[in-house]
């Protein structure tokens, strides 16, 4: 089982170690640890040495239309390639407009002339990495302008298309399955889950009538827990992370979700998470 490294635990974390944490990866997001000096890029290093990492980009972009920013590209390559992550992955989003970032991981309009531009992008991306790379589905509240595909369209066409692996956000899922009003095991059985490299499993807010925002703030529900076993039924042992990037508990709370995911997943797959 992954676990999604944030600063707030990181020491309490290497204090513990990989055995007893119970947690066997690290998921690092390279915008989080580059650019940034002293104690947290001095713990980040510490983890690496006794985790594997596999890495988890945030700002790509490969929604966007302005050109890729190659000098961050051979930046973020350089860096996957320093902490052995196995593949790279990025998020199915639009987040920034020229310098400015938004801050936010907002939906691509799923048209076809927005497939082709992100196809490209990705291109792009896949060939200056040097591991393999993969996408992961967003959760959305809105979709801009009118839908020419489907959200399962669209990310076969791009995972297929442009021989991409998947990383497979079960909550996103299930949170966008909730809002819209269709069935998350349907969507998710459409999806290339032949090119599944990874899981990701988060919390998310239920607000007043129901609509939920995918906070990372929060316990993982039982709803998506009966998703993820039905997932890792259909898909077999995949890494699975735990991603809680708000109101970050205290550590050991953390590894108890870690160790019911765990349990999880030794009951449908066997061997070690
Ligand atoms: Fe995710």
């Not at 006794?50 to 890495?55: G, L, N, Q, S």
């Not at 970050?248 to 061997?271: N, T």
């Amino acid at each position: 089982m992954g676990l999604g490294l944030r600063a707030e635990f990181a020491e309490a974390l290497l204090a513990l170690g990989p055995e007893a944490s119970g947690v066997r990866w690290l998921e690092v997001s390279p915008e989080n640890v580059t650019g940034r000096g002293g104690h947290s890029v001095k713990t980040f290093r510490a983890c690496a040495e006794r985790w594997p990492v596999v890495t988890h980009g945030l700002s790509v972009n490969l929604g966007g239309t302005d050109p890729l920013d190659a000098s961050y590209l051979a930046s973020l390559a350089e860096f996957v390639r320093e902490v052995g992550s196995p593949w790279h992955s990025e998020h199915v989003c639009f987040s920034a407009v020229g310098a400015r970032e938004l801050l936010d991981l907002l939906p691509i309009p799923f048209t076809c002339e927005s497939l082709d531009n992100t196809r490209r992008r990705a291109r792009l991306v896949r060939q200056a990495l040097p591991v393999p790379f993969a996408v992961e589905n967003i959760s959305w509240y809105a979709q801009p302008g009118a839908r020419e595909l489907s959200e399962v369209e669209f990310l076969r066409e791009l995972v297929l298309g442009e021989d991409l692996g998947l990383l497979l956000d079960v909550n996103n899922v299930y949170v966008n399955a909730r809002n819209h009003g269709f069935d998350a095991w349907d969507m998710l059985s459409r999806l290339p889950l032949e090119r599944v490299v990874q899981l990701h499993v988060a919390g998310h807010r239920v607000e007043r009538l129901g609509f939920r925002i995918d906070t990372h703030g929060e316990p993982v529900c039982d709803e998506v827990f009966a998703l993820l076993r039905r997932t890792l039924e259909r898909v077999g042992p995949v890494p699975v992370l735990l991603e809680r990037d708000h109101d970050i508990p205290p550590l050991e709370v953390l590894l108890a979700e870690v160790s019911r995911l765990s349990k999880l997943y030794q009951d449908v797959c066997g061997g070690a998470p």
